[in-house]
């Protein structure tokens, strides 16, 4: 059975970092073809691709925000990660983590709400 | 970046057909997924490349299309199909995703 499952801080302050993280199991990030995307879901911009992580370490951003992320992996521990350095208003949101998402993302996260505010 | 345009919503009667449309900007070959939002839940994927359904999903349920223009069809609709729709697309870089249709039934 897979699952995913978002964590994060919930909510932080303008020009901090925001680090998240993707627990996931029923599949392994070192499988063949296997990738982990984070999209992130504001009531302005709706649903907004961030970055995708393969197998092989390839990593994909969204040039609008590439110079902001960064994303990992822990294979050893089935985990993914996505920090976003400078964070602003504008990038409150719901983020998800989601399973092969260039080909339907058939399993996501349940997100997780992240608020920035002073 | 790839826009997909959708519109923005549609009310149709339980037990017609509906179809929602999602236009790509340029082509993005057949890789254009379809996913249902109901409010605080996450996308649940219905159809991926443009045609396949996926585990799970009603038959009533279907896509077509390919390079610029898509359709997600639904046929009959019932009641818990009210929701919100989205394209997305994964041929271009970066992956996009359409503004949502929100379908409603009167």
């Known amino acids: 059975q897979v699952t995913l499952k978002e964590s994060g801080p919930g909510i932080l302050q303008p020009s901090q970092t925001l680090s998240l993280t993707c627990s996931f199991s029923?599949?392994?990030?070192?499988?063949?073809?296997?990738?982990v995307g984070w999209i992130r879901q504001s009531s302005g911009k709706g649903l907004e691709w961030l970055a995708n992580?393969?197998?092989?370490?390839?990593?994909y951003y969204n040039p609008s925000l590439k110079n902001r992320l960064t994303i990992s992996k822990d294979t050893s521990n089935n985990q993914a990660f996505l920090k976003i350095t400078n964070m602003d208003t504008a990038d409150t949101a719901t983020y998800y983590c989601?399973?092969?998402?260039?080909?339907?993302?058939?399993?996501w996260g349940q997100g997780v709400m992240v608020t920035v505010s002073s | 970046d790839t826009v997909l345009t959708q519109s923005p919503a549609l009310a149709v009667s339980p037990g017609e057909r509906v179809s929602i449309s999602c236009r790509a900007s340029?082509?993005?070959?057949?890789?254009m997924h379809w996913y249902q939002q109901k409010p605080g839940q996450q996308p649940k994927l219905l159809i991926y490349?443009?045609?396949n359904l996926a585990s799970g999903v009603p038959a009533r349920f279907s896509g077509s299309g390919s390079g610029t223009d898509f359709t997600l069809t639904i046929d009959p609709v019932e009641a818990d199909d009210t929701a919100t729709y989205f394209c997305?697309?994964?041929?271009?870089?970066?992956?996009?995703f359409g503004g949502g249709t929100k379908l409603e039934l009167k």
């Open positions: 340029e082509g993005v070959n057949s890789y």
């Open positions: 490349k443009a045609s």
């Open positions: 029923g599949f392994s990030l070192s499988t063949y073809g296997m990738c």
């Open positions: 997305q697309q994964s041929w271009n870089d970066p992956r996009t």
């Open positions: 989601a399973r092969r998402v260039d080909y339907g993302a058939y399993y």
């Open positions: 992580i393969w197998w092989n370490d390839d990593k």
